[in-house]
């Protein structure tokens, strides 16, 4: 696409004047082909400095070639945003957790927050998520999977330790031989 396109003056060509416009993309690639050349340590200094009066120039006839301001990154609207809260929290299974949340929205795409209310006890942890719709409703399937499977594991060490406190009692009752 990097044609040269000639347009003639307002009057129809009775002024003689005429306008060359190019192509953006071939003065951007021009442009930088010429700092390239200015930045190259292997060149000569004659050469560099050649090259920089000659970007000058370019930019001169086009001010699009200035390199914009520091801009932050525009992050386009996401199309869904989510919040969930798992109360509750056994402080033994937070980091786990936090890991396993942390890993599944990166591994989505999602740009998410993830934190800790400590002002509560038991802590709770809040997850606000934003992407495509399809990556929030697999967030949340896993947050609800996650929590189940806390659920159960410390359910499970319950009995363990009911059973263990009652086998320590039971070997306490009888005599030593």
Sequence with gaps: MAELREDLGQHGG???ELKV???MSK???RFAKIVAIAMDPAAFEDEAIAALRKARQLVREDPSLKQPGVHRPRVEPSQTTIKARITSLHPDWLNILLNSLSQQAYGLGLRSKITCDFSVTPWAVEAQCDGSEEACNKFLAHVDWVVE????QVAADRVRKTWVSAFVRSQARRPFR
């Design 14 to 16: 009775d002024t003689g």
């Design 149 to 152: 499977y806390i659920n159960k």
């Design 21 to 23: 416009v190019a192509n």
């Design 27 to 29: 003065n951007r690639e």
